[in-house]
């Protein structure tokens, strides 16, 4: 091993390091455009499996440009050993996980980024590079703000024509929440350069993409956008002061007046009543979306309350390592219903099913641990006093801009995160680890640090005897690596024509197609779930349960328990059903919908001769509708096995009361006056004499 000082940018670009800028390009362009309408659902799938599929093309790029120049070098940068840190947590928590199919499958998205990372810390180093890809990124982003405001303004495909509303707005990413999280990326890299760029035609193409990109933001309606754009603009002026000082101020003065302005009219409109902002003006809608009364009353808030609270439950039972990555899906119902358990939460927050957590610091603390967290922590301290150290010794302001640009791109992503989920996005995933080496990249250019190179390699060398093979090597590890990772998106195309099949109901059409996803992917749980319901259907019971229990190792869902129930009970397997019909009941979005719960299991306790447990189940059913015949019935029955004929009576008598012409009604009525011959029969007590 040997250490050569070098300037990075001296290097001749060889085919290979071509042929990485050009997959990187290709992952800017294409995983946000990408969607497939033939695949459950229509987005994500299609922009993971593009974005993992470059990036294995890129990390081949690289392995076959080590082979090619017989060594290996390695750029030392400050966060290569947080991330590496980051990467070894991923792994080791597959040992841990609660459900490690459930981890095993979601690693590849985790890992794309940082590995995406190594590549462009190693392969871009050239200044040229760097504003072809920013070049590409931004034009890619424009046009999105423009695609944007046309749909705002309904003018789109008819193949979206379903999404009404701030929905409407949702770029090619299929949720608007996602188009705004986008867009927060580009948009504050193309406010850097705008400032930072001397070329006036330059600065008009920019002021183009800011104008569309910012309309379109705009239009999403996104609290969570707003502030993290807002958060990344204050953060790039700061930064700004801190490379050139006042004198930034005042090169700029005819801007700051210009966007000054803009603000006071801007508060004037939100403020006094004019035609500009009446009724169903896009001010008079933002202004809605982001008064105080409308986000404490709105859905969404409470709902965010409740998942963080029980995301709380997952951190407090897991603190040090957390459940594993990705399992926060897998575990959600389940605490959810705990936390719902509790005091009157249930009725004090919204219900839902939350595959995410809706903040990035909790889940990811949920999932990896105290440790993870923090690791993730120090990645991004490392990352901000690595781009302030570089931008004090810079010089250039091309390249101040894009730090500068870059910084603040990050800033938007980690402020948003305290709300949302960009890290679980494909596109934001690439384009914040794009943002992360794209800085140190600058910040390895030329004039600005000389970097020592960890060159590996071996004297007298006989590696080009074995280049053959190591070339067939890569090949074949990177397409072993390149179907594991399309085998899911090709698995949920199957699953989209199974799902034609069935609501045709050709039944064995369906299973076929289905048993060909799982060739695919066998850690797909909706497949196993969806089979095991068609089985269900067709009464066969056994063979049903089997693919329950399959699925119920890769997804949790809100029918589970109630499934197992009704399986258990036509098996005549009643324990196992009580407990089953307890965690469904506890499962419902509503207390409506436990209602027929609540009195199937107080049956099947009375079955049980489980009477004191059974009377409860009764009892619940009648706390939500006390006019419910079936849970007085019920609860008849249920005081009676225990001897309390007063509270049978009366009981029965409600459902004579609320239903005289049922069938409960009938049966109520002859246990009446089986009962009062009973008693009239039987010797009176001391307490029946007078």
């Known amino acids: 091993m040997e250490q050569k000082e070098i300037n990075l940018s001296n290097h001749n670009k060889s085919f290979w390091t071509n042929a990485i800028e050009a997959s990187i390009i290709a992952l800017v362009i294409l995983v946000p455009i990408a969607f497939y309408p033939r695949c459950i659902t229509v987005f994500i799938p299609a922009k993971e499996m593009i974005a993992e599929v470059l990036i294995v093309l890129s990390l081949m790029f690289w392995g076959l440009k080590i082979i090619n120049k017989e060594e290996f070098k390695f750029t030392p940068t400050p966060l290569n050993f947080p991330i590496l840190s980051f990467i070894s947590i991923c792994l080791l928590s597959l040992i841990w996980s609660n459900s490690f199919f459930v981890s095993l499958t979601e690693l590849p ?277 690595f781009g302030l ?3 004090r010794k810079i010089k250039d302001e091309s390249r101040q801009g894009i730090i500068i640009g870059l910084m603040g791109a990050v800033v938007a992503v980690l402020v948003d995160g305290i709300f949302g989920f960009p890290l679980h996005l494909p596109a934001t995933i690439v384009l914040f680890w794009l943002a992360l080496g794209l800085t140190v990249a600058v910040g390895l250019l030329k004039d600005e640090v000389k970097v020592q190179e960890i060159k590996m390699l071996k004297e007298n060398s006989n590696i080009s005897r074995f280049k053959p093979l190591l070339y067939l090597g890569i090949l074949l590890f990177t397409i072993f690596l390149g179907v594991t990772v399309t085998r899911p998106f090709i698995a949920r195309i199957y699953w989209y024509y199974g799902f034609k099949e069935i609501e045709k109901e050709n039944w064995d059409k369906a299973i076929k197609t289905y048993g060909e996803a799982l060739k695919w992917d066998p850690y797909l749980g909706e497949i196993y779930y969806d089979i095991g319901k068609i089985l269900e259907t067709k009464e066969l019971y056994g063979v049903a349960m089997e693919y329950f229990e399959k699925a119920e190792k890769y997804i949790d869902s809100p029918n589970f328990p109630q499934d197992f129930a009704l399986i258990y009970l036509k098996k005549g397997q009643l324990d196992k059903a009580a407990i ?38 009764f009892k619940n059913a009648l706390k939500i509708n006390p006019d419910f015949v079936n849970a007085h019935y019920g609860l008849a029955g249920a005081y009676l096995r225990q001897n309390q004929q007063t509270e049978a009576l009366e009981e029965f008598q409600k459902v004579i009361d609320l239903a005289p012409d049922s069938k409960e009604a009938n049966y109520a009525k002859i246990t009446i006056q089986q009962l009062n011959q009973e008693k009239l029969k039987s010797p009176p007590t001391e307490t029946d004499k007078p």
């Open 580 to 617: 089953k019909l307890k965690q469904a009941i506890s499962y419902q979005s509503d207390e409506k919908s436990m209602l027929p719960l609540y009195s199937e299991l107080g049956n099947t306790y009375l079955q049980l001769k489980r009477y004191k447990p059974a009377e409860i189940a």
């Open 389 to 391: 150290k570089i931008l």
């Open 109 to 385: 998205l985790f890992l794309a980024g940082p590995l995406l990372y190594f590549v462009i810390t190693n392969s871009i180093n050239d200044e040229r590079q760097i504003n072809h890809i920013l070049d590409i990124l931004l034009l890619v982003g424009g046009l999105f703000g423009i695609y944007g405001i046309f749909q705002y303004n309904g003018i789109d495909l008819s193949f979206w024509a379903r999404n009404v509303g701030r929905q409407q707005v949702f770029g090619l990413f299929g949720n608007v929440n996602y188009f705004a999280e986008y867009l927060i990326v580009p948009l504050p890299i193309a406010v850097s350069l705008f400032f930072a760029s001397r070329n006036k035609f330059k600065k008009i193409l920019l002021l183009i993409g800011i104008v569309a990109m910012g309309a379109s933001l705009t239009f999403t309606f996104t609290r969570g956008s707003y502030l993290s754009f807002g958060s990344a603009l204050i953060f790039m002026f700061f930064l700004f002061l801190i490379s050139r000082g006042k004198g930034f101020i005042k090169n700029n003065k005819k801007i700051f007046i210009i966007i000054l302005v803009a603000i006071i009219i801007i508060t004037f409109l939100f403020v006094v009543p004019t035609p500009l902002n009446k009724s169903g003006t896009v001010i008079s809608k933002i202004k809605e979306r982001v008064s105080i009364t409308q986000l404490i009353n709105e859905f969404s808030f409470g709902r965010r309350i409740a998942i963080w609270k029980f995301t709380g439950m997952m951190i407090k039972d897991h603190p040090l390592l957390g459940s594993g990555i990705g399992t926060y899906k897998y575990n959600t119902l389940r605490y959810q219903a705990e936390f719902f358990a509790k005091g009157e939460n249930r009725s004090l927050y919204p219900h839902g099913f939350a595959d995410k957590a809706h903040n990035e610091y909790l889940q990811l603390w949920a999932e990896l641990g105290i440790i993870g967290l923090g690791i993730f922590i120090w990645l991004i301290i490392s990352y901000f006093r």
